[in-house]
Nanobody
Framework: QVQLVESGGGLVQPGGSLRLSCAASGFTLSYYDIGWFRQAPGKEREGVSCISGSTGSTYTADSVKGRFTIFRDNAKNTVYLQMNNLKPEDTAVYYC????????????????????WGLGTQVTVSS
């Protein structure tokens, strides 16, 4: 079965950091575009950061640019989202998704493209 499992969420104070993990099983992650998305209560789902499986290029939303970084570890078949200088407005459920064939990281994030989705992990930023 094709599965994506997110982990690493939790409660953190403003200015703190978290690293989210997206572990893939049933497929080789490096052959796919992978994206991190988030959705807060009452808000639309938004693309946070995506990485291309074909070129390795990345796209990051303006709202988190300079604070969040997406990267993958092919040996572990896992993609990560490093989140620094967290703000209360970052509070949301974070999902990872995979899409094939690999193409544009920007398209995946902006157009909310994903064939397989994880169940999400909660990130809460509060003092």
């Amino acid at each position: 079965q094709v599965q994506l499992v997110e982990s690493g969420g939790g409660l953190v104070q403003p200015g703190g950091s978290l690293r989210l993990s997206c572990a893939a099983s049933g497929f080789t992650l490096s052959y796919y575009d992978i994206g991190w998305f988030r959705q807060a209560p009452g808000k639309e789902r938004e693309g946070v950061s995506c990485i291309s499986g074909s070129t390795g290029s990345t796209y990051t939303a303006d709202s988190v640019k300079g604070r969040f970084t997406i990267f993958r570890d092919n040996a572990k078949n896992t993609v990560y989202l490093q989140m620094n200088n967290l703000k209360p407005e970052d509070t949301a459920v974070y999902y990872c998704a995979a899409d094939y064939p690999p193409s544009s990281a920007q398209d995946m994030c902006v157009m909310l493209r994903g064939y397989s989705w994880g169940l999400g992990t909660q990130v809460t930023v509060s003092s």
